[in-house]
């Protein structure tokens, strides 16, 4: 029986496939029984979060902080969206932080950010105190925006029909890398705004006035697989989770 059905995007499963997942799962449930009745089973119960590497920053630390003395042993692991819903449905990992992505059954999804993207610099730049910028007048710096989707091509031609000098635009991810850059290197970048919202509060990079800069949002999500059985550690970080969601959505 065919348990996938392959696109460009991943994989989705088949009605073979969510018909043969909880015996999948309990076999795996038992190997994973066996291998802690050898092992020594851990003293707390054990919950996984998966992420896309662009988005740990924003919720492995803020989560593990929040949960630190709670009942529960929080392992946290990073990998592209569409294999990271291919282990919740496995039951590998029991929440998800993903991009947006076509929507799975038995996979539920629920948007936790909504960022729009930005052009920063660090403080002192050149172009930091200048007001109504276009992208003509920031076409020649030196640039590294972020990897944060597809749209990020459009963005690099746009910038191509005003560039005249020879250096290259670098794409690059994750944030981390981008914000570096800007900081101790002085480039230009483009980014989620929320990626960069602590230097940004800080003071140490500046957020660019480009008057022309297309509406591109950056839309993560957070996601899990649906059951009958209620999982406690789940749903205390799925609160927590919320909580920083409903924070982010004031602070804009």
């Known amino acids: 029986m065919q348990l996938f059905q392959r696109h460009r995007r991943g994989a989705s499963p088949t009605p073979a496939c969510l018909t043969f997942l909880p015996a999948a799962q309990q076999a795996l449930a038992a190997i994973e029984s066996g291998r802690q009745a050898i092992q020594g089973a851990p003293a707390l119960p054990q919950i996984w979060l998966a992420c896309v590497p662009s988005l740990a920053p924003l919720f492995f630390g803020p989560i593990l902080l929040e949960l630190a003395n709670a009942p529960m042993e929080i392992r946290c692991t990073s990998d592209h969206s569409p294999v990271i819903m291919e ?61 944060w989707s597809d749209e990020i091509r459009e963005l690099i031609a746009l910038l191509r029909t005003w560039r005249t000098v020879p250096s290259p635009i670098h794409a690059i991810q994750p944030s981390s890398a981008a914000i570096e850059l800007a900081l101790e290197h002085g480039f230009l970048t483009f980014m989620p705004e929320i990626a960069a919202a602590k230097q940004l509060k800080d003071g140490s990079l500046i957020k660019l006035d480009i008057i022309d800069l297309p509406r591109w949002e950056w839309e993560a999500m957070v996601a899990w697989r649906s059951g009958k059985r209620p999982d406690e550690s789940k749903q205390t970080v799925l609160r927590v989770v919320r909580e920083m969601a409903a924070r982010w959505a004031s602070a804009r």
């Open 87 to 147: 282990m919740l449905l496995t039951g590998r990992a029991q929440l998800g932080f993903v991009l947006k992505c076509p929507a799975i059954a038995g996979i539920q999804m629920e948007r936790v950010i909504l960022s729009p993207i930005v052009a920063v610099v660090r403080r002192g730049h050149p172009l930091a105190k200048r007001h109504k910028l276009t992208l003509a007048d920031v076409a020649n710096e030196q640039l590294a925006p972020q990897f």
